[in-house]
């Protein structure tokens, strides 16, 4: 049963934060070290937490099971060390607890600075005395992770699970804290791809088993992937502990408990309908209201582009320089000049894709097996299939960088091939190429429908394969799009009726198609693919570059002045609420 914790604004405002650790000391009182808050200031700006705190309940004040619900009044207080020397200033670092003893080991990390960290700390919580493990710096350039877990072999090994470093990792790292030396092995799930072990969670079992629950990665491109739940018997750890350590089966049936080894076998199931390949839902209803029509420019000027853009309106380009690649971009060339290295598709039962429920899983596959997939009749004699080509699945491939965590997508860097006979319209290289930001490869099967959201950059879509049907609405219809983040909670935008967002059905939409070889410049927009898509997405910026903020990789992260605006509302409404 919860209990509510009582604590005064003071205390509350002191734990606002996130990505910390926080450790059990007794039965009573919990250390909570770093982590990030917003520092206040203009725009309440993020930053990483000065004090690590004391959290512990008032003598006397647990309440009995008859009165079970009363508050827990809490005492909060900052963390005085008496030792000269202290861990820097960190968060997403692991925090855990020595068994039998007053000790808790802090590992890892990212600094104020973003630098990785790789040392690890000793607290005695009695004393309040910190001691740095006295590691060599290539041995903490080797241990250099954050958003990991960790626990206790036993007093003196401390295993280190997964985590970024800066690419994830699923390894997991055994530090002797008595001879500093340092073993690891990769750890492996029983049929199933590798975890990407990252920001979950990990913990100990009875009969010595480590219990690995969550974690997985979410991003724009590549969506949501979740961790299944594994188990690890520590017995098999140890064993490799004096030699090198072969790759680990996580999962094992027989030390794993008869309700868990139930939910681990029980298959995911589906969160869409499965739908036959070419079918989209039809409806018969009144349509909704409707924007002026999209405008058609053929081949516009320089200047007339210039003008389009600040008037921050769709506007159709045809006759294009890129009007000649839907003849030279068929399958056996983009398989030519594409790398046929493992990528990454969404893959979803129904076309109709969700980003805010992630109705859809990532497939690996190549380019060249994927084409083969939409173009089968193009791509004859390749050779190349999928055993899963025959499902009725719905694809949808989004180029991204080189590095996915710190790049925006370019296909000159990661299709140079490709990027050499893809022209940027001339009217508009003028305004693009100072302020350019990313360039996208979209590929999608036939009636795939992406999700409605909004971008907050300029872009154009060059459509080279294919045809779109796209449905915009303007930013000042946003009050009824439910919005969650940049993207739509609706998913079925050409239902009849909406119960749960009554709004939307009067949100004044306008529609076009755009065919082979025809560019649209997009203020903000909902895409729906009806064909085999092939097209490259252009995106630039056309407010100062301080405007926008610095880890925004997508296009899709309000400006600073507007985020700030927002989360100011948001603190007023907080304020109102205490009335």
């Known amino acids: 049963r919860w209990r509510p914790i009582a604590l005064d604004t003071a205390a509350q405002g002191k734990l606002k934060r996130w990505r910390h650790t926080a450790v059990a000391v007794g039965l009573d009182r919990v250390f909570v070290f770093g982590g990030k808050t917003h520092g206040g200031g203009h725009g309440g700006c993020v930053s990483v ?339 899963a080509d025959s499902q009725p699945h719905f694809l949808y491939y989004r180029s991204i960088g080189e590095n996915a965590r710190k790049d925006q997508a370019r296909i000159d860097v990661s299709f140079p091939k490709l990027a050499e006979s893809f022209p940027l319209p001339a009217c508009a290289r003028d305004v693009i190429t100072p302020k350019f930001f990313s360039s996208v490869l979209r590929i999608s099967s036939r009636h795939t429908r992406l999700w409605t959201h909004y971008d907050v950059m300029h872009n154009i879509l060059c459509q080279i394969r294919g045809c779109k049907r796209v449905v915009l609405w303007a930013p000042s219809e946003a009050g009824k799009m439910y919005l969650c983040g940049s993207s739509s909670r609706v998913v079925d935008i050409d239902a009849p009726s909406h119960p749960e967002f009554p709004l939307f059905s009067s949100a004044r939409r306008v529609e076009c198609t755009l065919n082979e070889g025809e560019v649209l410049f997009l203020p903000d927009y909902n895409v729906t693919s009806v064909t085999a898509s092939v097209a490259v997405n252009v995106f630039w910026r056309d407010l100062p570059d301080v405007q926008y903020q610095v880890q925004d990789l997508y296009g899709n992260k309000d400006p600073v002045p507007a985020d700030a605006a927002l989360r100011a509302a948001a603190g007023i409404v907080e304020q109102l609420r205490t009335l």
């Open 49 to 387: 937490c000065e004090e690590d705190l004391s959290v512990q309940a008032q003598p006397g004040s647990w309440p009995s099971d008859e009165n079970g619900d009363q508050n827990i009044p809490a005492n909060v207080e900052v963390l005085h060390y008496k030792s000269p020397t202290a861990p820097s200033r960190r968060y997403s670092h692991i925090s855990v607890c020595v068994p039998g003893t007053n000790t808790i080991a802090v590992h890892g990390g990212v600094s104020q600075t973003g630098e990785i960290l790789g040392d690890i700390w000793l607290l005695d919580w009695v004393s309040l005395q910190w001691t740095e493990v006295a590691l060599s710096i290539p041995v903490q350039s080797e241990l250099r992770c954050y958003s990991h877990d960790a626990l206790f072999l036993s007093a003196t090994h401390l295993a280190l699970w997964g985590g970024n470093s800066p690419k994830i990792s699923n390894k997991l790292q055994v530090v002797n804290l008595q001879t500093l030396a340092v073993s690891r092995a990769e750890l492996k799930l029983e049929g199933a791809p590798p975890h990407a072990l990252t920001r979950h969670t990990v913990c100990m079992l009875v009969d010595d088993v480590a219990f690995c629950l969550g974690g997985g990665l979410q991003c724009f491109s590549f969506g949501v992937h979740v961790n299944a739940p594994a188990c690890v018997p520590l017995a098999r750890v140890r064993a490799f502990l004096k030699e090198d350590m072969p790759p680990l089966n996580c999962l094992n049936n027989d030390v794993c408990t008869d309700a868990l080894k139930s939910h681990l076998a029980e298959p995911r199931k589906a969160t869409a309908p499965r739908l036959p390949t070419g079918n989209l839902p039809t409806h018969s209803w009144n349509p909704p209201p409707q924007m002026d029509p999209i405008q058609r420019h053929s081949r516009p000027t320089p200047e007339q582009f210039r003008a389009i853009v600040e008037s921050r309106t769709p506007a159709i380009l045809t006759d294009m320089e890129v009007s000649d690649l839907p003849a030279l971009w068929r399958a056996p060339f983009l398989a030519a000049c594409l790398p046929d290295h493992p990528i990454s598709v969404r893959e979803c039962a129904s076309p109709l894709l969700d980003f805010t429920e992630k109705n859809f899983t990532f497939k690996k596959t190549t380019f060249s097996k994927l084409l083969t997939r939409l173009f089968p009749k193009e791509m004859v004699g390749s050779g190349e299939s999928d055993p």
